[in-house]
């Protein structure tokens, strides 16, 4: 009853029965795993970075991802001023951190919810709005909704 293994087993005819597990392979229809997580419940734990917000003690030394993040890191760009002359793209939260260290100060203007009409009902999402600066020249505006 070995098929060969580039060819698909064939349903059972009409009277006949399904082979059992064993006649399966292996593993079976499903395999060893069945539904759910199943087995490797021996395996060490995932290492999750949640936390508070202000929560800095998993904080690991900066490893700079762009071009600008490597300039600011080895001290090439020494002022922001140089950066918003040429209008260079800041993506790294740790860019304005190496310029302003503890000066800024953050405050959460607006929180509201947002809402997407969809076939199953609504889906909310909420909408804030926030301005962080130093208090001094420098003034930013940041926005993001999340479900």
Request: with cysteine; proline share 5%.
């Amino acid at each position: 009853m070995d098929a060969p293994k580039d060819q698909a087993q064939q349903p059972p005819a009409a009277g006949e029965q399904a082979p059992r597990a064993g006649e399966r392979g292996e593993r079976g229809e499903r395999g060893e795993r069945g539904f759910g997580r199943g087995g490797d419940r021996d395996r060490k734990p995932r290492d999750r970075k949640g936390g508070k917000p202000g929560d800095k003690k998993n904080e690991e030394e900066w490893k700079p991802v762009t071009k600008l993040g490597r300039l600011v890191k080895t001290n090439k760009v020494d002022n922001i001023i140089d950066i918003f002359r040429f209008s260079i793209p800041i993506k790294e939260s740790q860019i304005v951190d190496a310029f302003f260290k503890d000066q800024l100060k953050e405050e959460v203007i607006e929180v509201k919810s947002v809402q997407k009409q969809t076939q199953a009902g609504q889906r909310t999402r909420f909408k804030a709005f926030a301005i962080v600066g130093d208090g001094a020249n420098y003034i930013g505006l940041g926005w993001k909704c999340h479900k």
